[in-house]
């Protein structure tokens, strides 16, 4: 079951508000006391002027600067695994505003290389995370396992054969190499068979081509096509939790930034 946290988190506001301010305004003054510290507040309106400060709080963090995400696949190996719990930047592509989504301030726009989290174009209440690799009107190619940006191969570096722990330990045995971007790089991970998708795509004005990190191990553009910027959430930028089930923490992990 899918809880909408954010519609939850603005109808608390709303109802907790409209309770204080309502008794603040109508009520507060008519009832008997010898003073305002011992007048009796009606137990609704101590609860709704108490929890009102937290829940807009934590609206405007999570709207606006921050929000958590858990990561549920091996898809973007090596650079995070199952279990990680990272911290998106809501801010840094625009200001949008809650449930309704809609983008009131342009701040920035993605780079190639940056890990975002964006809603699935095929089922927007399901949040996806990627990396861009493709800009608008890029034309991306992808074949034998390498990346081509606008007809120039994306080199990569061989860091050996990767061992793999707990929810990951099926990739052990994957080729781990670095991918140079022409603006940074990242660690990938392919392997022996391939799901398909090699062919070449033109990338459609305001939209973006993202890949996993895991390459031979995830479903993004390459099969359901580019994600429009109506679709970003924002950019990935720390790890500050792992707790892979069933295999406890990896301190270590713990406070990393996201490359």
């Known amino acids: 079951m899918n809880f909408d946290f954010p519609t939850i988190l603005v109808v608390l506001v709303g109802i907790s508000g409209v309770i204080w301010a309502l008794d603040s305004i109508f009520f507060a003054s008519k009832r008997p006391s010898e003073s305002k510290k011992t007048r009796k507040v009606p137990m609704i309106v101590d609860y709704a002027r108490s929890f009102f400060p937290i829940f807009f709080i934590v609206l405007v963090l999570r709207s606006f600067i921050a929000e958590p995400f858990r990561i549920p696949s091996n898809s973007m190996m090596p650079t995070l695994l199952t279990g990680d719990f990272i911290l998106v930047n809501k801010f840094i592509y625009g200001i949008r505003l809650p449930v309704a989504d ?21 089922n927007p209440s399901t949040p996806f995370i990627k990396r861009v690799v493709g800009l608008p009107g890029d034309e991306v190619g992808y074949y034998n396992k390498t ?12 860091i050996g054969v990767f061992t793999g722990y707990g929810s990951g330990i099926e990739m052990t045995g994957a080729y781990h190499r670095r991918e140079l971007l022409p603006n940074g790089e990242h660690d990938i991970l392919l392997r022996r068979g391939f799901l398909g998708g090699d062919r070449r795509w033109t990338v459609p004005p305001e939209s973006y081509f993202v890949l996993g990190d895991n390459r031979d191990n995830s479903r993004d553009s390459r099969f359901w096509g580019a994600v429009a910027e109506e679709f970003l959430i924002g950019k990935a930028f720390a790890i500050w939790m792992n707790w892979d089930v069933g295999h406890g923490i990896d301190w270590k992990r713990i406070g990393t930034s996201i490359e």
């Open 102 to 122: 809609k983008k009131i301030i342009t701040i920035d726009s993605p780079e190639r290389g940056d890990v975002v989290v964006f809603r699935y174009p095929k």
């Open 147 to 158: 990346l081509y940006i606008n007809g120039v191969i994306v080199a990569q570096e061989d």
